[in-house]
């Protein structure tokens, strides 16, 4: 198999996280990165010492064996950087949730969608972890269809990022864009029906309140509720509290239906688990059918060389397993712009909801 060499653009957290991710796979090479901060570049150097650093992405793209592309810089740029490719060079593309953070950008995606001629795959992890994959495919002849979707989330507060873009509602595109967009994903692919409704209460209780940057106080939200209608007449709902590091597990999905129940615990990532608790819980499967038998669980374990080179539980090594046989045999990416964008508008529509204490229809903001 002919080698796989990317170009990255950031080398944030998430940028390293891909890295050493992609050095596990075989047949694939970092055949260059763009990083403009001194920091993140000395780190990615320790990963990568015989890479070349680019200065531009016209530098980055005039690599003539430079086969596909990660987008891992910070949200706000995303879709600028989208636009300066496709007027260089059309390569495929792997970039990082959130695609976009403002409803402006919406004709732009629409346009690339439908112009750019390479494959664009966006990055949800999520989809990807051992115990969520076998929930997504076991949700269905568990519940017997799924009538109610919950997806709880309670982790530690936001990290630090490069000049603390992450603090600001409109450079991460808020909370509901930033953080939750996965799981907005997670939603259509379950259920399986485009969202109508979005209705959400949110708000910055305890974290970063005495944050401020450049004169400005932070702004990003780190509690809330979100429920979702969907066509198909399913509800969603997502809990997230973003000063619960000390729970057991971060994500707890549940789907219920007529026959069953379904529910899918995944710790966080082991880095930040308390040692003097003893290991780290493993993720589980509990299948709960409405007939006498009861409830069954099934521990699904994730390699522990995949947990120490990231926090998604190995999901980012996955990714990309797949996204190479997008770029090497011609493969349909499996999360397209549509699926990116889609979660996007369901963050908006949370956040916009939150703010004017309305619900929001999903059409006024596609």
């Not at 000049?163 to 953080?179: A, I, L, P, Y």
């Not at 045999?329 to 712009?337: C, F, G, I, K, Y």
Request: glycine share 6%; charged share 20%; aromatic share 8%.
């Amino acid at each position: 198999m002919k080698t796989l060499n990317y170009g990255i653009i950031g080398c944030g957290m998430m940028g390293r996280e891909h890295i050493q991710n992609i050095l596990l796979l075989d047949n694939t090479a970092i055949a260059a990165i763009l990083e403009p901060d001194a920091t993140m570049r000395a780190k990615a150097l320790t990963l990568c010492p015989d890479t070349r650093f680019c200065t531009s992405i016209a530098e980055l793209l005039s690599i003539d064996d430079l086969d596909c592309l990660l987008i891992a810089s910070p949200n706000y740029i995303h879709v600028d950087q989208l636009k300066e490719i496709s007027t260089i060079r059309a390569l495929p593309i792997l970039v990082e949730k959130p695609l976009a953070t403002d409803t402006a950008q919406q004709p732009f995606i629409r346009e690339f969608q439908n112009s750019y001629p390479a494959p664009v795959w966006v990055a949800m992890e999520y989809r990807y972890m051992p115990p969520v994959a076998e929930f997504i495919k076991r949700a269905h002849e568990a519940t017997g269809g799924v009538t109610m979707l919950t997806i709880r989330e309670h982790r530690y507060p936001f990290l630090e990022k490069v000049d603390n873009w992450n603090r600001f509602n409109n450079k991460s595109g808020g909370t509901f864009v930033e953080k939750c967009c996965h799981f907005f994903d997670l939603m259509r692919l379950i259920i399986k029906s485009e969202p109508v409704r979005v209705m959400a209460s949110a708000g910055q209780a305890h974290n970063h309140t005495d944050e401020v940057y450049e004169g400005l106080r932070s702004d990003i939200w780190d509690h809330g509720y979100v429920i979702v209608d969907f066509e198909s007449g399913v509800r969603a709902m997502l809990e997230l509290c973003m000063f619960a590091e000390g729970s057991r597990y971060q994500e707890e999905i549940s789907a219920v239906g007529a026959q069953g129940k379904i529910e899918c615990l995944v710790p966080g990532p082991g880095r930040f688990w308390p040692t003097h608790l003893g290991d780290a819980p493993v993720p589980q499967l509990i299948v709960s059918p409405r007939e006498p038998a009861g409830p069954h669980t099934v521990e699904i374990p994730v390699d522990p060389q995949l947990l120490a080179v990231g926090d998604h539980n190995g999901s980012t090594f996955y990714q990309h397993q797949r996204f190479q046989q997008v770029v090497l045999q011609q493969a349909t990416p499996e999360v397209s712009l549509n699926d990116g964008w889609m979660a996007v508008a369901m963050g908006m529509a949370a956040q916009e909801s939150a703010a004017t204490g309305k619900a929001v229809e999903i059409n006024r903001i596609q």
